[in-house]
């Protein structure tokens, strides 16, 4: 007869858990402190762009800047940590039940079902991209503050604004997805099996 978990090891995997549980609870917190810093710091630069307040506008452009880098350091210091507690919650669970908790469950009956059905996407990825794209914003908007008078600059910085959104919409069809990242030849079998349901579209409700 084998001898059951200790108190102990019950202990530690509820304390993993609930560690886990907090960081990823931060991790939106943190992100609602910073979307009220930005959305009062574009306030004040859309303002100080009106009247022709130039220098205002690059101050608050650098300071916007700044708060979007650390924004989007603190949702990855978020994301090692919250894997660090899930690291020690599957250590646990395989002790106790042998089997991890968030490695060890089925997905084979969840099918992807084409734009209104469930993806497999990574909530933490999402807000790091969404922190990324608020740094590379406020980049281009401390350099539109700077060279505004200049017709063709401004042309070069909405050129770059459009690159730029579309490359982050790559990044995040393609690597915000949760579990492994997709290799070429799964990128390529993805694009490809869209495809094929574009032309052939089902007449069945149900797999819309």
């Known amino acids: 007869m084998t001898e059951g978990p200790s108190e102990k090891e019950k202990l530690a995997l509820h304390l993993a858990a609930d560690a886990r549980k907090l960081e ?13 810093i930005l959305t009062v710091l574009l306030a004040f630069y859309g ?3 009106d009247k022709g307040h130039t220098f205002y ?3 608050t452009g650098c300071f916007g800047l700044l708060c979007s880098l650390c924004w989007t ?31 060890a469950y089925p997905t084979t009956s969840i099918e992807e079902r084409w734009f209104w059905g469930p993806k497999r996407f990574s909530p933490s990825k999402l807000q790091m991209i969404v922190s990324d794209v608020s740094t590379a914003v ?7 503050a700077i060279v505004q008078e ?25 690597y915000a997805r949760s579990g ?21 579209r089902p007449s069945d409700p149900a797999d819309f």
């Open 138 to 144: 406020w980049a281009i908007l401390v350099v539109a």
């Open 73 to 103: 350091l603190a949702n990855r210091s978020g994301k090692y940590w919250q894997e660090v507690w899930e690291g020690q919650t599957n250590y646990w669970s395989s002790v106790i039940f042998g089997m991890d908790l968030f490695t």
């Open 180 to 200: 492994a990242r997709p290799t070429l030849a799964e990128i390529r079998q993805a694009i490809t099996k869209a495809a094929v349901r574009l032309r052939t």
């Open 150 to 174: 200049c017709v063709r600059w401004a042309l070069l910085v909405e050129v770059l604004m459009a690159l730029s959104t579309v490359c982050f919409s790559v990044v995040i069809l393609f």
């Open 24 to 36: 990823i609870g931060l991790l939106w917190s943190r992100s609602l402190y910073f979307w009220g």
């Open 57 to 59: 506008a690059t101050l």
């Open 47 to 49: 303002a100080a762009i």
